[in-house]
């Protein structure tokens, strides 16, 4: 029974972090910059050029935050250009965001190394007609030798072919863990880069927040036919017809949606091979117990006790024995996970001494897992192991009802 | 083989091309060669106005510029309208390549990485503009005479040495016989054609004839820039002080 245990707390367990581990990676892959799901102009999922942008509608915008799950959605200009001064420069992506919506849908302004986030433009109202501020990725900081406070000259080719240019002063280094950020992301106020580079009133992307990762293909949908409605602001004429896709998270990182799908089935694979250790030593168990009683299973044949019964009997002890097993098991793994899912379990002894987490695929994720305790973590282990009960005490059960009683008796077999 | 010459021409730097009607039907190779490095980098000083007209699938965008150069890699670009994008300035020293933003009113440095990069939205490169490669000592050359049109032109097909920087893998000049004075530029990678020059409009300035009018055309074929000298001076005065960082701020600010 402590065998059965403790092979389920351990498949309790291990599910639970596998659910964790994915999480945190869909999450660390997401939350940073791309959003759960993603609004683009067809055009610019085929060519992300400056010229490739369109429009959303306030109407548009309220419609989609009023969407179950939805939690925010932040529109954004993308445009790449030079930064530096006369020293040192880098080509860059810059990305004009909405401050505090930005904050509310991915994690950029969370990730500030130095200095601070961006501020809305009508904090800045007390100020004469500021600098424009901006936020730098670490990389590409420390590559053009700036820190917080220093000036940074952009450069760049407006939509409309002039030279769009502008003299930022960076607020915060940002060290975000999403490799293309930290080396080339500069972050600033979305309005003043629409005028800079003449689009104005007009995006690249717009990431979304939801609440439940596992529904972004569903609102996805819901948001595509939002976008597919004839826009009222058909007057507007910032509003140039394109085609308008809101993706989901699995369709603009198809690799890591793979690997979460690989991840699965080597999860059940992982069940397999556990379940058949446990039933080796279930069965072996429950052979040597039914096989030391022979003898008083012949007598209790003797008596009248009928095969059948007897084979129930031996059968059920066998079963019982395994649900015993499985619910202390489980008890005992899903506290672990639930504790881990609370606290976090440290895995920094595993990772790359040299940086502060995990690296994977380009997305690097804090080294403290956080499980994620799903019903299928509890139950499937739990579920699988009656099965398994039953198999194993199946052949003693037989081997039992079939004893020969004069030969049991006198110890003759 | 990027290097090439055409920016240069349009830069200013040019033009000491001498009339060379006395030779033989088949000039000598290195002549040819040294003639070609030296027209295009002059060592005088050069001032120019000039319009530059980009047409793209954004529409046409036509910029008024004005140069200055002293000798083959100094020189300072300067737009003047549309009003938008005037004080946008380039400014090239054997230091490096620099690029004033006006409504910053700062300098930044145009990295070596960059230099395959459009120069301010045009089909030049900055790295047109850097050109150090010399024809003579650069590549290995064939001269040879052609008909174009029907009238004799002399032909020189440039191969880049190896280990030399250029991203063309051949190079065609077509020239006038006597001048030598290019008439067509063709740039090749491999067998592709990557872009075509024209020059046109010859105008004699002083002692040199120079091409007033040049048209880029890349390989694509859905785009074209156009350079239109209105005035071109050589052997100008100029101070050397306007070629620096705060000279080139100082000209800038004189919209």
Same mark, same amino acid.
């Given at each position: 029974?402590a065998?059965?245990?403790?092979?389920?707390?351990?498949?309790?367990?291990?599910?639970a972090y596998?659910?964790?581990?994915i999480?945190?990676?869909?999450k660390?892959?997401?939350s940073?910059s791309?959003?759960?799901i993603?609004i683009?102009s067809?055009?610019h999922?085929?060519?992300?050029s400056?010229n490739?942008?369109?429009?959303?509608s306030q109407?548009e915008?309220?419609?989609?935050?009023?969407?179950d799950?939805?939690v925010?959605?932040?529109?954004?200009?993308?445009?790449?250009?030079?930064?530096g001064n006369?020293?040192?420069?880098?080509?860059a992506?810059i990305?004009g965001?909405?401050?505090?919506r930005?904050s509310?849908? @991915?994690?950029?302004?969370?990730?500030?190394?130095?200095g601070?986030w961006?501020k809305?433009?009508a904090a800045k109202t007390?100020e004469?007609?500021s600098?424009?501020?901006?936020?730098?990725?670490?990389?590409?900081a420390?590559?053009?030798?700036?820190s917080?406070?220093?000036?940074?000259?952009l450069?760049?080719?407006a939509a409309?072919?002039?030279?769009?240019?502008e003299l930022?002063?960076?607020t915060g280094?940002l060290?975000?863990?999403n490799?293309?950020?930290d080396?080339t992301?500069v972050?600033?106020?979305?309005?003043?880069l629409?005028?800079?580079?003449?689009l104005?009133?007009q995006?690249h +992307?717009a990431?979304?927040? =939801?609440?439940?990762?596992s529904?972004a293909?569903?609102i996805?949908?819901? &948001?595509?036919?939002?976008?597919k409605?004839?826009q009222?602001?058909?007057?507007?004429p910032?509003?140039i017809p !394109?085609?308008?896709?809101?993706?989901?998270?699995?369709? *603009?990182?198809?690799?890591?949606?793979?690997l979460?799908?690989v991840s699965?089935?080597a999860?059940y694979?992982y069940?397999?091979f556990?379940?058949?250790?446990?039933?080796?030593?279930l069965?072996?168990a429950? $052979?040597?117990s039914?096989?030391?009683?022979?003898?008083e299973?012949?007598?209790?044949l003797?008596?009248?006790?009928?095969r059948?019964k007897?084979?129930?009997?031996v #059968? #059920?002890?066998?079963?019982? =024995?395994?649900i015993?097993?499985?619910?202390?098991g @489980?008890?005992?793994?899903s506290?672990l996970?639930?504790?881990?899912q609370t606290?976090?379990?440290d895995?920094?002894?595993?990772?790359d001494?040299?940086?502060?987490g995990?690296?994977?695929m380009g997305v690097?994720?804090?080294?403290?897992v956080?499980?994620i305790?799903?019903p299928?973590?509890?139950?499937?282990?739990f579920i699988a *192991?009656?099965?398994?009960g039953?198999?194993c005490?199946?052949w003693?059960?037989?081997?039992s009802a079939r004893?020969?009683?004069?030969?049991s008796?006198?110890n003759?077999? | 083989?990027?290097? !090439?010459?055409?920016?240069?021409v349009?830069?200013t730097t040019?033009?000491?091309?001498e009339? $060379?009607?006395?030779?033989?039907?088949l000039?000598?190779l290195e002549?040819? %060669?040294?003639?070609l490095?030296?027209?295009y980098?002059a060592?005088?000083?050069t001032?120019?106005?000039?319009?530059?007209?980009? +047409?793209?699938k954004?529409? %046409?965008?036509?910029?008024?510029?004005?140069?200055?150069?002293?000798g083959a890699?100094?020189?300072? &670009?300067?737009?003047?309208?549309?009003?938008r994008e005037?004080? %946008?300035?380039?400014?090239? !020293?054997?230091?490096?390549?620099?690029n004033?933003?006006?409504?910053a009113d700062?300098?930044i440095?145009?990295?070596?990485?960059l230099?395959?990069?459009?120069?301010?939205?045009?089909?030049?490169t900055?790295?047109?503009l850097?050109?150090?490669?010399?024809?003579?000592?650069?590549?290995t050359?064939k001269?040879s005479?052609?008909q174009?049109n029907?009238?004799?032109a002399?032909?020189?097909?440039f191969?880049?040495?190896k280990?030399?920087p250029?991203?063309y893998s051949?190079?065609?000049y077509?020239?006038?016989?006597?001048t030598?004075?290019?008439i067509?530029?063709?740039?090749?990678?491999?067998?592709?054609?990557?872009? !075509?020059?024209?020059?046109s409009?010859?105008?004699?300035?002083?002692e040199?004839?120079?091409?007033?009018?040049l048209v880029?055309?890349p390989g694509?074929?859905?785009?074209s820039?156009?350079?239109?000298y209105?005035i071109?001076?050589?052997d100008v005065?100029l101070?050397?002080a306007?070629f620096?960082?705060?000279?080139?701020?100082?000209?800038a600010?004189?919209r």
């Amino acid at each position: 029974m402590a065998g059965i245990a403790v092979g389920v707390a351990m498949l309790s367990w291990t599910l639970a972090y596998f659910n964790g581990f994915i999480g945190e990676l869909v999450k660390s892959a997401t939350s940073i910059s791309l959003g759960q799901i993603q609004i683009s102009s067809k055009a610019h999922i085929d060519a992300p050029s400056i010229n490739n942008t369109f429009t959303l509608s306030q109407v548009e915008l309220e419609e989609i935050r009023s969407l179950d799950g939805v939690v925010e959605i932040s529109p954004r200009v993308k445009v790449y250009g030079l930064v530096g001064n006369e020293e040192r420069s880098a080509v860059a992506q810059i990305i004009g965001v909405d401050p505090e919506r930005d904050s509310a849908t @991915t994690t950029v302004s969370q990730s500030i190394k130095d200095g601070q986030w961006l501020k809305p433009v009508a904090a800045k109202t007390d100020e004469k007609p500021s600098q424009p501020h901006a936020v730098v990725g670490h990389h590409l900081a420390r590559q053009i030798g700036v820190s917080v406070g220093d000036e940074l000259v952009l450069f760049f080719e407006a939509a409309d072919g002039a030279l769009g240019n502008e003299l930022l002063k960076v607020t915060g280094i940002l060290k975000s863990g999403n490799t293309a950020i930290d080396r080339t992301g500069v972050f600033m106020n979305r309005e003043t880069l629409q005028e800079i580079a003449a689009l104005e009133g007009q995006f690249h +992307v717009a990431p979304i927040k =939801i609440k439940d990762v596992s529904r972004a293909e569903r609102i996805a949908k819901q &948001i595509s036919d939002i976008l597919k409605k004839p826009q009222i602001e058909t007057k507007d004429p910032n509003v140039i017809p !394109t085609v308008r896709l809101a993706r989901s998270w699995g369709e *603009i990182i198809p690799q890591i949606k793979q690997l979460v799908e690989v991840s699965d089935g080597a999860n059940y694979i992982y069940l397999i091979f556990v379940y058949f250790i446990i039933a080796f030593g279930l069965f072996n168990a429950a $052979r040597m117990s039914a096989l030391e009683r022979k003898r008083e299973f012949a007598m209790m044949l003797a008596i009248g006790v009928p095969r059948s019964k007897l084979f129930w009997t031996v #059968l #059920l002890e066998t079963v019982v =024995i395994s649900i015993l097993g499985a619910v202390v098991g @489980t008890l005992m793994g899903s506290a672990l996970a639930w504790y881990h899912q609370t606290y976090g379990f440290d895995m920094s002894s595993f990772a790359d001494s040299s940086s502060d987490g995990f690296n994977y695929m380009g997305v690097s994720f804090s080294s403290i897992v956080y499980f994620i305790v799903t019903p299928s973590s509890v139950f499937v282990p739990f579920i699988a *192991i009656l099965p398994v009960g039953f198999i194993c005490g199946l052949w003693p059960a037989i081997q039992s009802a079939r004893t020969v009683i004069l030969k049991s008796i006198s110890n003759r077999n | 083989m990027k290097r !090439t010459f055409m920016i240069v021409v349009m830069f200013t730097t040019l033009f000491a091309i001498e009339v $060379r009607a006395d030779q033989p039907p088949l000039p000598k190779l290195e002549d040819i %060669t040294k003639k070609l490095d030296e027209v295009y980098r002059a060592t005088g000083t050069t001032h120019a106005k000039l319009t530059m007209t980009i +047409v793209n699938k954004r529409g %046409t965008r036509a910029l008024q510029m004005e140069s200055w150069s002293k000798g083959a890699d100094t020189s300072l &670009i300067l737009i003047r309208k549309p009003a938008r994008e005037a004080g %946008t300035a380039t400014l090239m !020293t054997p230091d490096g390549l620099w690029n004033y933003a006006p409504r910053a009113d700062r300098l930044i440095r145009i990295p070596k990485g960059l230099l395959g990069d459009s120069w301010m939205g045009s089909d030049f490169t900055n790295d047109d503009l850097v050109q150090n490669t010399k024809y003579a000592k650069d590549f290995t050359s064939k001269l040879s005479w052609v008909q174009e049109n029907g009238k004799r032109a002399l032909k020189i097909v440039f191969i880049p040495n190896k280990n030399v920087p250029v991203v063309y893998s051949r190079l065609e000049y077509l020239m006038e016989p006597k001048t030598w004075i290019p008439i067509r530029a063709e740039f090749f990678d491999k067998k592709k054609k990557t872009r !075509t020059m024209l020059f046109s409009d010859i105008r004699k300035v002083g002692e040199k004839h120079v091409p007033f009018k040049l048209v880029l055309q890349p390989g694509d074929g859905k785009s074209s820039t156009t350079i239109q000298y209105e005035i071109f001076e050589a052997d100008v005065k100029l101070d050397d002080a306007m070629f620096t960082k705060r000279g080139l701020r100082r000209i800038a600010k004189k919209r």
